[in-house]
């Protein structure tokens, strides 16, 4: 499987943006999409994920965008969007997505190329 994040750019706080993760490759390899952001100095940390199989699609978020961020997929395209609304400067950070073996993503096979999103007036 192959993956590709874009979207990024720079967005004032409370303004939206979304990203897409274009994911190449038999979805009989991976069952779920997660989607982590990293900001300078920080670790690694999930924003949320998305299970792939077409009787599932279940997602879950991280508290920090609970509410603010969507989680999609369309299986046609093969691609899983994040949505992000009322953005915030703490949001700032480098996006990617990720597939996993299972649909809770709890193992990670495959990593995506980051794409950078800025939150600034």
């Known amino acids: 499987v192959q993956l590709q994040a874009s979207g990024g750019g720079l967005v004032q706080p409370g303004g939206s943006l979304r990203l897409s993760c274009v994911h190449s490759g038999s979805t009989l390899d991976f069952n779920g999409i997660a989607w982590y952001r990293q900001a300078p100095g920080k670790e690694r940390e999930r924003v949320g994920r998305?299970?792939?199989?077409?009787?599932?699609?279940?997602?879950s978020y991280a508290d920090p965008v609970k509410g603010r961020f969507t989680i999609s997929r369309d299986n046609a395209k093969n691609t899983v969007y994040l949505q992000m609304n009322n953005l915030k400067p703490d949001d700032m950070a480098v996006y990617y997505c990720?597939?996993?073996?299972?649909?809770?993503?709890?193992?990670?096979?495959?990593w995506g190329q980051g794409t950078l999103v800025t939150v600034s007036s």
């Open positions: 990720a597939a996993a073996i299972d649909s809770q993503c709890r193992v990670l096979k495959r």
């Open positions: 998305i299970a792939i199989s077409s009787s599932d699609g279940r997602t």
